[in-house]
């Protein structure tokens, strides 16, 4: 597969302290890429290094096979995590010039915002100023004028900060879309769950190190751990928990059913398969519920940071 963006060794020290250490990642073309880490990681140090906003102290970026340089500002469309609009413009006004700004001519320009606007259904904010939105629909306004110059590479900093669920769902799917199109988007939250919805490969910075990358469908089958949440329906619960702890590592499992069941997790050993868990569960009573536990993104993320403290 190719990469759009490898960061190579990338370190970058202001004074003393040490923002990021050798830190090297590759975004694959045509994916979203989740970049991850506790505050202070260094995850913010790396996108402006990537935007240009600072350089490193060694190591290099490449974009789509060229050393990272100026002329790549217009294939690059950064949403910040602090939003950078002008409170007093109006709304179409300014999103012309920042257009304008990103290489676009101003009747392309308007043909593209006119096609956005109509597309999230604001078309009649156009003459509003910015401080007369709420943060929600100053957010829309930054987020089309971010992809409005259709760039190669995406970068959205807590792209969902101030929606409600609507509209952040909205948002979501064009998301998707653009990468479904071609884009490619580097992804930095702190919202697991939407890591989960969005993200095909990850990485994981903590204390200014890489300490996890790869795709995450591959990261999750690592960590899982062979474990079944089980939920059975038996006349001797106590007599059955015992029977199966002594076969296999049973602890006891929380989740809502409408029957009373026996509820447990349940580890087979390797070699076994989940079928011969459940032939061996269906001899003993009524399996009503059976699911494999995927750990989560949010599980990953905190076993790791935790075992590389």
Known sequence: MSHLLEVQSVSKNFGTYKALNQVSISVPQGSIFGLLGPNGAGKTTLIRIINQITAPDAGKVILDGVLLN???????????????????????????????????????????????FDRLEIGDWWNKKIQELSKGMAQKIQFVVTVLHQPKLLIFDEPFS??????????????????????????????????????DDIALIHRANKILE????????????????????????????????????????????????????????????????????????????FVELIPSVNDIFIRTVKNSQ
């Open 162 to 199: 101030g929606f409600d669920p609507i509209n952040a769902n909205i948002i979501k799917n064009e998301i998707l879309r653009l990468r479904d199109e071609g884009a490619t988007v580097i992804f930095s939250t702190h919202r697991m769950e939407s890591v989960e919805e969005l993200c």
């Open 214 to 289: 790869g795709k995450l469908l591959d990261i999750k089958r690592h960590y899982k751990r062979n474990t079944f949440e089980v939920g059975i329906t038996t006349h001797d619960k106590v007599g059955l928990q015992h029977l199966l702890s002594e076969k296999f590592e049973v602890t006891t499992a929380q989740f809502k059913t409408l029957n009373d069941e026996l509820k447990l997790n349940i580890k087979i050993p390797n070699g076994e398969t989940s079928n011969q868990l459940f032939q061996y569960l269906a001899g003993h009573g009524q399996v009503s519920h």
């Open 70 to 116: 100026s002329s790549h500002i217009k294939d690059i469309g950064y949403l910040p995590e602090e939003r950078g609009l002008y409170k007093s413009m109006k709304v179409g006004e300014q999103a012309l010039y920042l257009a304008q700004l990103k290489g676009l001519s101003k009747a392309e320009a308007k043909a593209r915002l006119t096609q956005w």
